[in-house]
């Protein structure tokens, strides 16, 4: 083979070779995946307004696919990270088990320079956790049954059989239960914590026989009252106001709510932590914090979002000025503490 015909070879075998290694880019680029952030949170109707107002906005703002799992399940959690093999990515969980499970290092430490505390109550964020929106435990009541002029307007009234007679509905829980006895029994709300248990169980003594149901779950206390099984009923604020609105004789008071949260935490060694963070804050931007309370019945957690809510809608949801300062944030540090040996104690009474 002769020299021309030898370079002309070595051309055609660069070219070659140039040609493979773009077509080996290309498919790398037309098979890579999108990146993917799992989510679990709680489910149903909730879960859908959260995929529209915040998971589908985040998914087009980052380039990501969030993969959402139900329901939260904190056992798997735990066996997650104690195996080291952890495919959540953010959790929803109860602030209460945020606070215990960061302390048993379950949970990574939140980075605030990506996630902003502004417009946060301070008592609802910890190193593991920031609230998600907010609810209250509040009285509700059937409005066939008591007027909008007379209807059990503290927890006092609450527990006032004769004033307000017919049956009631509480938590079966001591969580929260034991907050709105001891508000019945003139405990003033700066007062409350830490928990005086023997004056709570005592002054639960004195309805125990008017409660017909010990309610489970968050869609019994509008069930019971709209179909009048009970008159009264502690239940939490949302599921309320939504079934007020769907035209179910019931309504609440904000008085002497007991406000919780929902809150987002990080799994230990989760896969995408960094984008986990990320996630958490674009949540919690006013933005998406008013998209999702302005379409289901939970207050934003970030308070720059009212401005940006109707004044229907703020009312509704007790973020008035006026019902802001008359309801009391739950002491989840107390609870940590205490809950295990209190809710025995609970549960013992309930049979006695």
């Not at 087009?60 to 056992?75: A, C, F, L, N, R």
């Not at 639960?204 to 019971?224: C, F, M, N, R, S």
């Not at 540090?333 to 025995?344: G, P």
Request: proline content about 5%; some cysteine; overall charge negative.
């Amino acid at each position: 083979m002769n020299s021309k015909k030898i370079g002309l070879s070595i051309v055609l075998l660069l070219l070659l070779l140039s040609i493979m290694g773009c077509g080996k880019n290309d498919t790398k680029g037309s098979t890579s995946k999108v990146k993917e952030l799992v989510v679990v949170d709680w489910g149903g109707p909730y879960t859908e307004v959260h995929k529209k107002m915040s998971f589908e906005p985040f998914e087009k703002e980052y380039g990501v696919k969030v993969i959402v799992v139900t329901p939260p399940d904190t056992g798997k959690l735990k066996a997650m990270v104690e195996s080291e093999n952890v495919e959540w990515d953010v959790v929803s969980v109860g602030n209460d088990f945020a606070i215990r499970a960061g302390k048993e290092g379950l949970l990574e430490k939140l980075d605030f320079d990506v996630i902003s505390k502004e417009g946060l109550s301070e008592e609802l964020v910890n190193d593991y956790a920031v609230p998600e929106n907010l609810f209250s435990t509040v009285i509700a009541y059937n409005t066939d049954t008591f007027s909008a002029d007379n209807y059990p307007k503290t927890w006092a009234d609450f527990w006032d059989t004769e004033k307000f007679p017919g049956s009631r509905a509480l938590y079966k829980s001591p969580f929260w239960t034991l907050e709105s006895a001891l508000l019945a029994d003139g405990v003033e709300p700066e007062n409350l914590y830490p928990l005086d248990v023997d004056r709570a169980f005592a002054k639960l003594d004195e309805i125990k026989d008017h409660v017909k149901v010990w309610w489970t779950a968050g869609a019994q206390p509008p069930d019971l009252l709209s179909t009048n099984e009970v008159s009264l009923s502690s239940a939490w604020s949302g599921r309320i106001t939504a079934a007020n609105t769907e035209g179910a004789p019931v309504d609440l008071e904000f008085n002497q709510g007991i406000i919780f949260t929902n809150s987002w935490a990080v799994p230990k060694g989760a896969p995408n932590k960094e984008l986990a963070m990320k996630f958490i804050a674009f949540t919690l931007a006013p933005e998406q914090q008013a998209a999702l309370s302005s379409a289901y019945d939970n207050a934003p957690a970030n308070s720059n979002a009212l401005p940006l809510m109707s004044e229907e809608a703020i009312n509704r949801l007790g973020q008035s000025p006026e019902n802001q300062g008359k309801q009391i944030i739950t002491n989840s540090e107390w609870w940590v503490e205490n809950f295990d040996k209190v809710d025995e104690r609970f549960q013992q009474w309930l049979l006695e």
